[in-house]
Structure formats: structure tokens, C-alpha cells
């Protein structure tokens, strides 16, 4: 045995750990009754602490110092060169995090999230204030921590995203905004009912779910070695390779919310089905600061991939042509005056709204830059907890041109800020970013990809996805993997240049 196989068998227990704590998250947010959270906070809890333990432990130090002298002749390249220096990183980060913080932030975190969902429901926001503060500080405490050269939020996002900065995000935002500001003018301007109203009729949940089944199944999500069940708040988590599970939620008078949930936790399942079953076990499937077993790059390329398959590719006029027969099918009755066309229309309309986990593709993006912001305000200083309210407001006013009619649906619709977590939202505009430029990447290297796709073929898009994605696990940084695969880093013209297409078509804003 080498050191660096000593190494690799320590994490291979972290990972464990890491699947074992996801198994639990998964049964506390799909089957566990609401009573047994007390218990399973303790639980999650206790096995945390243990991951940490050993993963920080001296023994580790002294294993990653023999592997990286080992490994110093190493191609840098090579996947055991970037799985050390990622577990280097890692352990040097988590050292810095004083276990008193996290177990403050996890001591607080229930409580907190309790108080929010009381706030929201009574639409109270003096109620939840004072937890938002101590958050906030938690926060403040964690970014010092983890360190950052020039923004505390720097720090934060290194959570989910590292390497991305509130300076690019900045950058970002400034070029999403400049077009799609005018874009969503124009389309308030064209917009009008549709002829008819498919979601007046009542569709039988039972049926939604074959529905979901089989459109999950057709873009190649593995049923082998996955699951499909449901959840208040659909997410998708996965143990190894061979077992992810999905889940996607369910209202009787509105069938899309169902099936394109279903179909974004199917486009984060097929990344992780998809990663090279060598790396099953490694560093290159783990979070070690969020202590999870996953193996997307960031949590920015998962939501690249949920949103390719969701929104390019599930919500295209393409898929529809080709699968609205099936849906007809299923829901003769309802769909009975509806063609594909219609179908179609129905699922891409596109108007301002208040609530960020409705919105449709031109708008989502403003949801999220006005979150960002807010973060980026508050961690600076520059607001207080106290101006809230008003700013969030102001800003939904400037972007939106709406007036949320209270908090409950302005400021404490999310349920983010409760249990800290602070730097996570720009992931979901980063993945749209990416979908867009992976799937123009994947059409200029494949001619045919449109028409396969037409053909509902869907099985050469996914193969490319994981010859350039998936199959990497962690290996790359976002910029890095996107790079290899498309030839350039972060890039938000395909994403502008793809909803002005779509929306100039489908409002006739020409
Ligand atoms: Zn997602």
C-alpha cells in the first residue's frame, strides 16, 4: 500500500459518511413524518461531526502530506493529482471553520427555519428579523473563516461555486440585465391570454406521475438506478452513481409543475448516473465543505445540466411536437381542445411575477440578481436587516415593475436566508449561463444534433453531455470544464442570445 492509497481508503469512509448523510436528507425531505425532526437534526448532527473528525484529523494531515510527496512526479493533469490537491484544499478550508461556528449555525438553523415559515405564513416579518440577524453575523463569522481577498461574499460562494467573485458576478449581472431588461419590455408589451386555459381542467396526480415517469425516462434518466417520488420542495440527491433519487411535486390544476420539476431533478440525475463509476468513492465525487456525496463540478454545473434538460430541451417546441401525443393520451379529457402548439405556449409563457420558483425563463434570472445583491449589500453593510423590506421592493420595482402587495410575497418567500444559507442563489443563473453555452457548443460540434434531437434522439446529446461533463465528477472547476468542452469560460451571449430567439418567436416581437 502507498500513502496515497491509504489516503484514498480514509475518504472512501468520508464518502460514506457523506452517502449516509444523504440518505437521511432524502428520507427527512420525502418520507419522514414532520415529528421526527427533532431526532433527525440530532442524528444528522452527530454523524456530521464524525465525518469532520476524521476528516481533519492529524492522521489525514499526515497521509496528504506522504501522498502529495509521493505523487510529486505525477502528470498535474492526472485525476489522482486533482483529487490531492482538491482534498488539500479542502482540509485547509475546513481546519480554518471553528467547529464552535458550525455548531452554532446548525444549533440555530431549525429554530430559525421554524420562525420563517411562521413569518411567512402570517406574513410577518418583525417576527423572523431577529434570526435573520444572527444569520447574518454567523455568516459575517464564516466569510472571516474561509478567508477572501477583496468581498466577504467571495468567501461564501466558494461554498457552492469556487472561483466566482462578486466582482464577475457584477460584470454578469450588468450584461444580463442590459438585455434582458428590454427584452421583457417588449414581450408585457405583445403579451395576451391564450386562446384557451389548459390548466382550468383537473389532472389526476396518479397520471401526472406516469407522465413524469416516462418523460424523465425518455431523456435517459436510468429507472435501474434511480427513483422518482415526491416532496414539498423537489430536489434531487444521489448515494452513488447507482442510486439517485429524484422527486418533483404534484397540484392537481397546474400539470406543468410536475413534469418540467420531474424533468430539471432528471437533468441533475443524469450528471450524477453519468460520472465515470471509477470515481465512485474518490474526493472527485465529494463536497467536503457541505459535506455531501456528489459529483457535479459545482453546484452552478448541477444546475447547468437540470436546466439544459428542462428548460433547452423539455421546454423546446421540438419536444413538445414530438411528446404532446403522449400527454394527450394520458389526459384525453383535459388536453382534448389542445395541440402541440398550444402545449407549447402554455408551458413558455413569459410576464413578470413575484414568486422567483414560478417565474419562467426571461425573468428567473432578475429574481436571482436581486437576491445576489441583496446579499452582497447586506454582508457589506451597506443595509441593514432592518431596510429589508424596502429594498427588496425597490428592486422588484426596478426589474420586475411589480409592488410585492406584502413580505409574505416579497421578502420572505425563500426559505435560503433561515438556515444561512448565504451565496447559493447565483448558482442558478450560472447553470442557465452554462446550459446555454454547452447545448451551442454541442449544435456547432454536431450539425445533426438539432434534427436528432427533432428525431427524439435524445441519447447523442447525452452521450457529448458526458463525454464533456458529467463523466468528470469534480476533477474540473466550472471555468475549467467549460473551457475544455466549448473552448471558452463563462459566457452570457448564447444564454441572451437564445431567450431573445425563442421570445422573439414566440410573442412576434418582430
Ligand atoms: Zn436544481
Avoid at 488539500?88 to 420562525?115: C, F, H, K, N, T
Avoid at 401525443?325 to 389526459?331: D, I, K
Avoid at 425597490?394 to 436566508?417: E, I, N, S, T
Wanted: charged share 25%; glycine share 6%; with cysteine.
Amino acid at each position: 500500500m502507498t500513502a496515497y492509497d491509504d489516503l484514498r481508503a480514509r475518504i472512501a469512509e468520508c464518502h460514506d459518511l457523506f452517502c449516509i448523510l444523504n440518505m437521511l436528507k432524502w428520507d427527512m425531505r420525502a418520507m419522514m413524518p414532520a415529528a421526527g425532526a427533532a431526532s433527525r437534526g440530532a442524528q444528522l448532527a452527530t454523524l456530521s461531526k464524525l465525518a469532520k473528525s476524521i476528516f481533519i484529523s492529524d492522521e489525514t494531515a499526515r497521509l496528504l502530506d506522504a501522498a502529495e510527496a509521493e505523487i510529486e512526479s505525477a502528470d498535474p493533469d492526472s485525476y489522482k493529482a486533482r483529487a490531492l490537491r482538491q482534498t488539500r484544499d479542502a482540509y485547509e478550508i475546513q481546519r480554518r471553520i471553528p467547529a464552535g461556528l458550525v455548531g452554532r449555525m446548525a444549533a440555530l438553523g431549525p429554530e430559525s427555519e421554524a420562525v420563517w415559515a411562521r413569518a411567512k405564513d402570517e406574513n410577518d416579518f418583525a417576527a423572523f428579523k431577529p434570526y435573520l440577524q444572527q444569520m447574518l453575523a454567523l455568516n459575517i463569522e464564516l466569510a472571516e473563516a474561509i478567508g477572501y481577498a477583496d468581498h466577504p461574499f467571495d468567501a461564501l460562494i466558494r461554498q457552492f461555486e469556487p472561483g466566482m467573485t462578486a466582482a464577475q458576478l457584477e460584470v454578469i449581472f450588468a450584461e444580463l440585465k442590459a438585455r434582458i431588461l428590454p427584452l421583457l419590455q417588449r414581450i408585457v408589451a405583445a403579451d395576451a391570454p391564450l386562446p384557451l386555459d389548459l390548466w382550468e381542467a383537473e389532472y389526476d396526480l396518479a397520471t401526472q406521475k406516469s407522465l413524469c415517469l416516462e418523460m424523465a425516462a425518455l431523456i435517459g434518466f436510468d429507472f435501474e438506478r434511480g427513483r422518482l417520488d415526491s416532496a414539498p420542495h423537489p430536489f434531487e440527491i444521489s448515494f452513488t452513481r447507482d442510486d439517485v433519487r429524484i422527486t418533483t411535486r404534484y397540484d392537481a390544476n397546474y400539470l406543468p409543475m410536475s413534469l418540467f420539476a420531474a424533468l430539471h431533478e432528471a437533468g441533475h440525475g443524469l450528471y450524477e448516473q453519468n460520472i465515470a463509476p471509477e470515481l465512485t468513492r474518490t474526493a472527485l465525487t465529494a463536497d467536503f465543505l457541505g459535506q455531501y456525496a456528489v459529483g457535479g463540478a459545482s453546484f452552478g454545473a448541477h444546475e447547468f445540466s437540470s436546466r439544459l434538460w428542462e428548460n433547452q430541451i423539455g421546454r423546446s417546441r421540438e419536444f413538445w411536437r414530438l411528446h404532446f401525443g403522449r400527454a394527450q393520451a394520458l389526459f384525453p379529457e383535459q388536453l382534448a381542445a389542445a395541440d402541440a402548439e398550444l402545449f407549447y405556449r402554455a408551458v413558455n409563457r413569459a410576464r413578470p411575477s413575484l414568486i422567483r420558483v414560478e417565474a419562467d425563463e426571461v425573468t428567473y434570472n432578475l429574481h436571482i440578481m436581486l437576491r445576489a445583491e441583496i446579499e452582497m449589500a447586506l454582508l457589506e453593510g451597506a443595509i441593514a436587516v432592518d431596510d429589508l423590506p424596502e429594498f427588496w421592493n425597490a428592486k422588484m420595482q426596478d426589474y420586475l415593475g411589480l409592488a410585492p402587495p406584502d413580505d409574505r410575497r416579497g421578502v420572505l418567500q425563500d426559505v435560503h436566508w433561515s438556515f444561512g444559507g448565504f451565496g447559493n442563489f447565483p448558482c442558478y443563473t450560472i447553470g442557465n449561463i452554462m446550459a446555454a453555452q454547452a447545448l451551442a457548443a454541442a449544435q456547432a460540434q454536431m450539425p445533426d444534433l438539432a434534427a436528432r434531437l427533432a428525431a427524439g434522439d435524445y441519447q447523442t446529446l447525452l452521450a457529448w453531455l458526458t463525454e464533456n461533463f458529467y463523466r468528470h465528477g469534480r476533477a474540473y472547476g466550472t471555468d475549467e470544464l467549460l473551457t475544455r468542452a466549448t473552448g471558452e469560460g463563462l459566457n452570457t451571449a448564447p444564454l441572451l442570445d437564445y431567450l431573445e430567439g425563442k421570445y422573439t418567436d414566440l410573442y412576434d416581437l418582430n
